[in-house]
């Protein structure tokens, strides 16, 4: 199995910039394209889409979201951060069968 | 648009089954795409538990290949998940989810909003 590593935490504070990673045991790249995916997820709600094929905003995804990466490591970043933005990220890997991070919760500092 | 909303028992006793429903509207499963159960334990580690296709053909997680079940009824437009011989690690939150997958996609972009299921006598 590719295993995802997150960082279990992140504390920002409203209005900065937020950067959280995602590294794999091995690359998720196939060709041109690069198959890492980014969730949000809020207590009591399910996951959402936000970015797809490492860099692409999911449709209705506010453009202070973006990513980036290749290989084996890639980064969401959030800026500036909302207070609607606080939830736990996970990133998910299509390159072999798929799997999850742990998540990254994102924390006000 | 499209909607996933999973249903079933929120209690399951050990070495029983688990058996929970996806109804989807919005999108008919026989389109296209492939429909997923995925499911989050307490502690929040989510595991990709497998998938029926648009065509009916199954592909599952190899660590539960001997215990997993994923049908469809094509009239209700609604897919199910069988777990068997379940036991207290089997006690998660379960998605079903739709698995975009034209060629390079491959990721989930529906979700329903999940079902608890606890696994104790």
């Known amino acids: 199995d590719i295993v995802l590593t997150q960082s279990p935490a992140l504390a920002v504070s409203l209005g900065q910039r937020a950067t959280i990673s995602c590294r794999a045991s091995?690359?998720?790249?196939?060709?041109?394209?690069?198959?890492m995916h980014w969730y949000q997820q809020k207590p009591g709600q399910q996951p959402k889409l936000l970015i797809y094929?490492?860099?692409n905003l999911a449709s209705g995804i506010p453009a202070r979201f973006s990513g980036s990466g290749s290989g084996t490591d890639f980064t969401l970043t959030i800026n500036p951060v909302q207070a609607d933005d606080i939830a736990t990220y996970y990133c998910?890997?299509?390159?072999?069968?798929?799997?999850f991070g742990a998540g990254t919760k994102l924390e006000l500092k | 648009e499209i909607q996933l909303q999973e249903s079933g028992p929120g209690l399951v006793k050990p070495s029983q089954s688990l058996s929970l429903t996806c109804s989807v509207t919005?999108?008919?499963?026989?389109?296209?795409?492939?429909w997923s159960w995925i499911r989050k334990f307490p502690g929040n580690k989510m595991e990709w538990m497998g998938y029926?296709?648009?065509?009916?053909?199954?592909n599952y997680n190899p660590s539960l290949k001997s215990r997993i079940s994923i049908t469809r009824d094509t009239s209700k437009n609604q897919f199910f998940l069988q777990l068997n011989s379940v036991t207290t690690e089997d006690t998660a939150t379960y998605y079903c989810?739709?698995?975009?997958?034209?060629?390079?996609?491959?990721?989930?972009?529906?979700w329903g909003p999940g079902t608890m299921v606890t696994v104790s006598s």
């Open positions: 998910q890997q299509s390159r072999e069968s798929n799997t």
């Open positions: 989810a739709r698995y975009f997958n034209p060629l390079g996609y491959w990721y989930f972009d529906f």
């Open positions: 091995q690359s998720v790249s196939i060709s041109r394209y690069n198959l």
């Open positions: 029926i296709s648009y065509s009916g053909s199954t």
């Open positions: 919005g999108y008919t499963i026989t389109s296209g795409y492939d």
């Open positions: 094929r490492a860099s």
